[in-house]
């Protein structure tokens, strides 16, 4: 996956130089492809990285939960080791039910589920329904997971609407005849 990425953000950064893209249009495609890049090298070649930078880029971050060391006034469990890799399991709702699955495979597959279901039915019903599965699924507050659906369902309709992409349509079943009209842009401006 990573050897794909890196060879998808090459191609986005040499692209627009050889399609002669225009300066202001080049920009964000090849900044962007830059990140993913550099990225993907750090993650690809972690094992070979001196010490201090290998920690930093292979270290497992969790958004879901707090370190109480950094939290004023709370006690701090100094008797217990630190959990390696190894030891760290997410509290997620296949354990609940027994099912052990790894977080990278779940991530990879829904993600791809995700993509198949924005082409299929378009992005604008497969946001909400991805960030609801995976948010509930990391166990995340029900609350959150509905916010951030709400939240990527916006940014997806800010999409279609400023930038006209149509995400409500997807390539075996269309459903934007049953949403209302968009409004029309903002453009700016004399009269």
Do not use: C
Not at 22 to 33: C, G, H, K, N
């Amino acid at each position: 996956m990573l050897v794909v990425l890196i060879g998808v953000s090459a191609l986005f950064i040499v692209e627009p130089v050889l399609s002669n893209y225009p300066d202001d249009a080049r920009v964000f495609p090849q900044l962007t492809a830059s990140i993913v890049f550099v990225g993907s090298l750090l993650l690809l070649f972690r094992d070979y990285l001196p010490g201090p930078l290998r920690t930093f880029v292979a270290e497992s971050i969790s958004i879901t939960s707090t370190d109480e060391s950094d939290i004023p006034g709370s006690k701090a469990n100094l008797e217990e080791p630190e959990t390696t890799d190894e030891e760290y399991e997410a509290e997620t709702l296949g354990a609940e039910y027994g099912y052990r699955v790894d977080e990278t495979t779940f991530m990879v597959v829904t993600t791809i589920l995700y993509f198949a279901g924005g082409w299929a039915a378009g992005f604008l019903f497969a946001t909400p329904i991805y960030i609801l599965g995976y948010t509930l699924w990391f166990r995340t507050n029900p609350i959150t997971s509905v916010l951030l659906a709400v939240l990527g369902t916006f940014v997806i309709y800010l999409f279609m609407t400023y930038l006209v992409l149509p995400f409500d349509q997807g390539h075996i079943f269309d459903f934007s005849p049953f949403l209302p009209l968009l409004a029309e842009p903002i453009t700016g401006g004399g009269v």
